[in-house]
């Protein structure tokens, strides 16, 4: 080999470890793009992901590129210049959301609430009620800027109620927590392979209802991006197999395998697993003492978000977690940039092992910056969750 490259623990907010059958699988020979046996491994990898994302559409596919292309490819094709899309945004993913619509010419409505929080459903209803003819309301489930987890059940009643499409942001729920497209009536939603999921980036899974194709067939100009154009993509994809780009067929392996693995542990024990790690990993922070930044009661397992403690150098932790444990966590985004660690216990990173690891290395070194925390509480706060799961919440 001469590339040299470190064994790494990926806690940050993605990538996250790759399964090792995932790697196994990426090792496999290179067929065509059109070759039967590669045709096959598409159909299954589409009917997994139906059954990942809870969901019978059939044009569930995944698009080439990381979850930014998926994001880019829902709001390209349901939205033409004038239209009116609310965003919910509370935080640098809804930001992104509202940033990538504008560009499509639709005249976004943005509905802030602050970070840390979640969007509040009468903040849409009242924005609903001052708009009319909007075409689309988009959300972010997981959002990984803050660690919160939106409810997405009354907002996509209301969007259904006045005919606007139900647009949702999975990229950190999928396979972490229940993404349930069809009983919450999700019309377009979109993911990334490399955070619950286990795989590397480079693809981008989504779904998209009957009433997105009766839209897209109602458009009266071109999508405006050739590369994401569903219209297209969906005769790849579909029986017609015509040639519109070369599918990235070693991330086809991927998350073939991926989501393989996934059912195999089952949807549920999969998030069971989340939940408990995640609770775990919480409750040690804060038995050292730390504070949580994503408000409780809506904080997501696979991502922590916990407030640096004053004093201590975001930057020299982060390195030293790094350099000495080869532990990788995340720093802040946007407003709380140099302020919050966000924590991801994502897809096969979600182990126990994992969280003890951190919490003693975290205790190393925090205690070393001078922050007094009682020997092993971390730990043991965890431990507890572990032994009793019936307080999981
Ligand atoms: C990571 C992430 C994205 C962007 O995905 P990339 O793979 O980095 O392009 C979008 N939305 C959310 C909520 C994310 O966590």
Request: aromatic fraction near 6%.
């Amino acid at each position: 080999m001469d590339t040299y490259v470190p064994q790494r623990i990926l806690l940050g907010p993605g990538p996250s470890d790759c399964h090792p059958e995932v790697l196994k699988a990426m090792a496999s020979p290179l067929i065509g793009h059109l070759d039967p046996v590669f045709l096959e491994y598409m159909n299954e990898t589409m009917e997994r992901l139906r059954r990942v994302f809870q969901t019978g559409h059939s044009l569930t596919l995944a698009m080439p590129g990381t979850g930014s292309a998926g994001m880019e490819t829902v709001f390209v094709n349901a939205l033409e210049p004038g239209d009116k899309v609310v965003i919910g945004i509370a935080g640098a993913f809804g930001e992104r959301m509202a940033d990538v619509a504008s560009r499509t010419g639709a005249e976004v409505i943005p509905v802030r609430a602050p970070w840390g929080g979640i969007v509040e459903p009468e903040q849409i209803r009242s924005a609903l009620r001052s708009h009319s003819g909007v075409k689309a309301v988009a959300l972010v489930h997981a959002e990984t800027s803050t660690g919160v987890w939106q409810p997405l059940e009354e907002i996509g009643g209301m969007a259904r109620d006045c005919g606007a499409l139900f647009i949702v942001d999975a990229v950190t729920s999928l396979g972490g927590v229940p993404v349930r497209v069809d009983e919450v009536g999700i019309d377009a939603c979109y993911s990334g392979t490399q955070k619950c999921l286990g795989a590397p980036p480079g693809l981008s899974p989504a779904t998209f209802s009957p009433r997105f194709e009766e839209m897209l067939e109602r458009r009266t100009k071109k999508v405006q991006s050739w590369y994401l154009d569903l219209t297209m993509v969906r005769q790849y994809w579909g029986q017609e197999r015509f040639y519109h780009h070369t599918a990235p067929i070693t991330m086809v392996y991927a998350l073939h395998r991926a989501l393989g693995v996934l059912l195999e542990e089952g949807l549920d024990a999969a998030f069971r697993r989340h939940l408990v790690n995640g609770r775990a990993l919480q409750a040690g922070l804060e038995a050292m003492g730390l504070r949580l930044f994503a408000e409780e009661g809506h904080r997501l397992p696979q991502l922590t978000s916990v407030w640096i403690p004053d004093g201590v150098e975001d930057a020299a932790v982060r390195a030293r977690l790094l350099k000495e444990y080869g532990i990788e966590i995340g720093g802040g985004l946007g407003e709380v940039k140099g302020r919050v660690w966000r924590i991801g216990l994502l897809g096969h990173s979600s182990r126990r092992r994992n969280v003890f690891l951190l919490l003693s290395a975290l205790e190393q070194i925090l205690g070393e910056a001078g922050c007094r925390t009682e020997p092993g509480a971390g730990c043991a706060a965890a431990e507890a969750v572990y032994r009793n799961p019936a307080i999981i919440r």
